[in-house]
């Protein structure tokens, strides 16, 4: 079930996430904490390090999961998703690269599942609180439509808007790499509680398809609905297109 939680901006917002993220890393130090990349979760990951600051939490028990790596980007390159992590999640949260695990994506890697992050993941007890942001076509991760919602992590190839979307880190679309390694459909399924957050406009029409009832494959972002704990932090501008009644919490 998604609850969704419409804030007045994307500040409010993430404000909000890095509470909820820095209560559990209290209530529970050896926490499993799925990262997103991609520009919506960096503020909350900002805010989330400045209470690690100001409070002196100890994280060095927590571990992370990142949901996706490019493959056929070198790691050092600034745009891989290890270097995205280590620059917005590891180094600022102050945690030691061996607690923050991203997916390897080997450059002759084949399209089909990719069972051992499932299982490293499973190993090191299930992720507690995934975050995820949402592409505009609706991918969480990179399960693009189409994906089967019990998939687990997978090489899957993105989507020629995907791609385009994501130009903006690199210098031409022709170099965001076609494939990528993601945590499945499943894998995020599997979370205990899910944070979704989408801001602006342009997330808008993703946000509706998400809600909208039944959940299908074709739509990545409705697989959410079978969730059995997902909260959407949404600001009004992502929320202006959600045209079911959707279960509000305060
Ligand atoms: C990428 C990531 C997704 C992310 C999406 C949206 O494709 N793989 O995890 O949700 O971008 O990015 P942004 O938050 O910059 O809009």
């Given amino acids: ?20 993220m ?14 997103a990349t991609g520009s919506t979760p960096e503020l909350a990951y ?21 949901l996706d790596e490019y493959i056929a980007l070198p790691w050092d390159h600034p745009e891989s998703y290890h270097a995205v992590i280590n620059r917005t999640v590891t180094v600022p949260l102050g945690v030691d690269p061996s607690q923050v ?46 994906t089967p919602f019990e998939s687990p992590t997978h090489v899957g190839r993105l989507t020629e808007m995907t791609r385009q979307d994501n130009s903006r880190f690199f210098d031409s679309v022709d170099e965001v790499p076609p494939l990528a390694v993601t945590q499945g459909i499943g894998t995020i399924l599997k979370s205990r509680k899910a944070i979704l957050m989408a801001f ?10 998400s809600l909208a009832e039944p959940p299908a494959e074709e739509r ?27 279960l509000k919490v305060d």
């Fill in 1 to 20: 079930m998604v609850k969704v939680k419409i804030l007045p901006d994307k500040e409010n917002a993430s404000e909000e996430v890095a509470q909820m």
């Fill in 22 to 35: 820095h209560d559990l890393i209290v209530e529970k130090p050896n926490a499993v904490i799925g990262v």
């Fill in 46 to 66: 900002d805010l989330l390090a400045e209470k690690i600051k100001e409070n002196n939490t100890d994280v060095s028990q927590l571990q992370f999961f990142a």
């Fill in 101 to 146: 695990h991203v997916p390897e994506a080997p450059d002759d890697a084949t399209e089909g599942p990719v069972r051992y992050y499932d299982e490293q993941i499973e190993a090191a007890g299930g992720i507690d609180l995934q975050l995820l942001g949402i592409g505009r076509n609706g991918h969480i991760g990179f399960n693009e439509p189409g």
């Fill in 200 to 209: 602006g406009e342009a997330k808008a029409d993703a946000i509706r398809d």
């Fill in 220 to 246: 990545p972002g409705s697989g959410l609905q079978l969730h059995s704990d997902c909260v959407f932090y949404l600001d009004e501008a992502a929320a202006a297109k959600v045209d079911c009644e959707p």
